[in-house]
């Protein structure tokens, strides 16, 4: 214990990182104790205390973490950075960091999806911003510049190169390589050397022209970044819970666009039956056509008087075919009637005698 406390005086205290380590401090211990007390929220456990809801208003906690950020960034600025107040200030800093990093996702998307896929983001996030306050922390501050001694400029050279080559492993689409490079400088450059993901915007970039390259990125990706993204999705599962399948809250336009869907579906699906009960009931008009055909038309010899008996009443027949062909199409749900005569059952009406056809001879 001796020699801890030795080692915390002579690496933290003497070296002015008391702040920062605090800072450090807040922030792994807000995030731990806020994902501890959701996952037990989510599990409904009746002894730990639920969301707080004042008046029906669920207020999350990334608004206590603006709240720890302004208090320590204005109490710091207040103080000029005097001791003892700019280790407390950076403690407040820090728990504002944690707990506003961990919505994120929240914040990123303008929609609560802590739950779903996209809040792992906030995970990268929260490790992103732990693993940097870490390098400076083991580094000198700020990136070995001690007052009161001489700057080391071999070693900013070289936090400057690893810093970069993090960067460069980010864009290639290794996370947990960039991340965790930012910490030991040799994973980093390892990773700024080898091929990028396919779906990362450094191959979007350099490899669009180079089908070979891409085409070895493919098949790395298939044969080795699953299985680590497999180890990535379960030790995330471990540290802030697995994502719902289906998201609670869908964001607004998902919400229209399935209201949509749906208004949609059930409109084809009444057209389909009224469809179908249009041609139920055409066909039902031509059976009963050809039945009355076939009862009318009983001999060939006699044809010219059934078809006068046929034209003088074959107007008031023909009126209540339709009739009661439109009533099944309203029955139906039709909003127009379109009339189905037999072929040579019903004679063509004729014309008034004072309606007339003028039609103009196109002289060439």
Not at 254 to 271: F, G, Q, Y
Not at 303 to 322: D, L, T, V
Not at 324 to 351: C, F, H, I, K, S
Request: charged fraction near 20%; hydrophobic fraction near 45%; aromatic fraction near 8%.
């Amino acid at each position: 214990m001796t020699t801890l406390l030795d080692s915390y005086r002579e690496h933290i205290v003497a070296a002015h990182k008391q702040p920062l380590f605090l800072l450090l401090v807040g922030f792994i211990t807000s995030f731990v104790f806020i994902r501890f007390s959701v996952r037990m929220i989510r599990a409904q456990v009746r002894w730990w205390p639920g969301n707080v809801t004042p008046g029906g208003l669920h207020i999350h906690h990334m608004v206590f973490g603006l709240g720890f950020l302004l208090v320590g960034g204005i109490g710091v600025f207040a103080t000029y950075g005097g001791h003892p107040w700019i280790d407390v200030f950076g403690l407040l800093f820090g728990i504002g960091c944690g707990l506003v990093l961990d919505e994120f996702a929240l914040i990123l998307h303008l929609d609560d999806v802590y739950w779903g896929e996209q809040g792992r983001k906030s995970v990268d996030a929260v490790i992103f911003g732990i693993l940097f306050t870490a390098l400076l922390l083991v580094g000198y501050v700020p990136l070995g510049v001690v007052p009161g001694q001489e700057t080391r400029w071999g070693l900013i050279t070289v936090i400057s190169v690893n810093a970069l080559a993090s960067v460069i492993t980010l864009i290639k689409g290794k996370m947990w390589t960039g991340l965790l490079g930012i910490m030991v400088p040799g994973l980093s450059w390892i990773g700024a050397i080898r091929l990028a993901r396919p779906s990362s915007p450094w191959a979007r970039w350099r490899y669009a022209t180079r089908p070979r390259r891409r085409a070895r990125a493919l098949r790395r990706e298939r044969l080795l970044h699953r299985r680590a993204d497999r180890a990535r999705t379960w030790l995330f599962d471990l540290i802030a819970g697995a994502p719902d399948k289906v998201p609670a809250n869908h964001p607004a336009a998902h919400r229209v666009a399935e209201r949509m869907a749906a208004r949609a579906t059930a409109h084809l699906d009444a057209h389909a039956a009224r469809a179908l009960a249009r041609r139920s009931a055409r066909l039902a008009d031509r059976r009963s056509a050809a039945a009355h055909a076939r009862g009318t038309g009983t001999a060939a010899a006699a044809g010219a008087h059934e078809g006068q008996a046929y034209g003088a009443s074959g107007s008031g027949g023909g009126r209540g075919r339709r009739a009661q062909q439109r009533r099944r199409t309203v029955r139906a749900g039709r909003n127009r009637t379109y009339a189905v005569r037999p072929t040579g059952l019903e004679p063509r009406p004729e014309r008034h005698s004072f309606l007339r056809t003028h039609t103009r001879r196109i002289r060439r």
